[in-house]
């Protein structure tokens, strides 16, 4: 998971404005997922992606955007529909044919 | 959808004694169960992970068993030690790449000396 780079480490979001979290992986993994956690919480499922341009909605996808333009990216945009954005952010990747997850260094997203 | 559940929420243990988080799932057609271990505001790191085709697995103190029947799946750390205090989730899929993990809401172990 050393392949997983997350940026920014931390991010500030006013009221009504989109926010874009980075996700990037060198590990030739073909599929990516982001996961949202509440403080004492477990992992809740976004958006994912198995492939370079397709994606689905996770568990929790309102008030969220992402694009998979490259194999390497998979960006998740925070948008001003969701009310709720504070909480930790979680990349994650996976193999073609292993189902194991490796995640991200996370990214952390607070509202002024 | 499959829905995982994770018992405790909280365990406190002295050191050297075992400690036991137990899972269960709900759709029958899931093979894969992992472990993952989370330190404050770290990263979850996979720490063990077990297939329907096992059991049991092993690794050195911790060892995970399955219970396909029962639909249920626990961790077993002996041993242990200050530095195995964080939270640990289970989460269970199926088979495949590129498949959804479903995750349990966390157990916080806090080994005391």
């Known amino acids: 998971d050393g392949g997983i780079t997350q940026s920014p480490k931390y991010l500030f979001r006013k009221e009504g404005q989109n926010v874009t979290l980075s996700c990037e992986q060198n590990?030739?993994?073909?599929?990516m997922y982001w996961y949202r956690q509440d403080p004492g919480q477990g992992l809740r499922l976004i958006y994912y992606?198995?492939?370079?341009?397709?994606?689905q909605k996770g568990d929790i996808a309102e008030g969220y955007s992402v694009s998979r333009e490259k194999k390497e990216s998979f960006p998740l945009t925070v948008t001003s529909a969701q009310k709720n954005p504070t909480a930790f952010y979680l990349c994650?990747?996976?193999?073609?044919?292993?189902?194991?997850?490796?995640f991200g260094p996370g990214t952390r997203l607070l509202v002024l | 959808g499959e829905n995982v559940e994770q018992h405790p929420s909280t365990l406190s243990v002295q050191e050297g004694d075992s400690a036991v988080i137990k899972c269960t799932y709900s759709?029958?057609?899931?093979?894969?169960f992992p472990w993952y271990k989370q330190e404050l505001g770290k990263r979850p790191q996979l720490i063990i992970d077990?297939?329907?085709?096992?059991g049991e697995k092993k690794d050195q103190r911790i060892a995970v068993t399955l219970n396909k029947t029962a639909k249920h799946f626990s961790l077993h750390i002996t041993e242990t030690q200050p530095e195995d205090s964080a939270v640990y989730f289970c989460?269970?899929?199926?088979?495949?790449?590129?498949?959804?993990?479903?995750f349990g809401t966390g157990t916080q172990l806090k080994v005391e000396l």
């Open positions: 994650a990747t996976s193999g073609q044919r292993v189902e194991t997850q490796y």
């Open positions: 590990l030739n993994h073909d599929a």
């Open positions: 992606s198995q492939i370079v341009n397709d994606f």
């Open positions: 759709d029958s057609a899931s093979n894969y």
């Open positions: 077990i297939r329907s085709n096992v």
């Open positions: 989460a269970a899929s199926r088979a495949g790449g590129g498949n959804k993990l479903t």
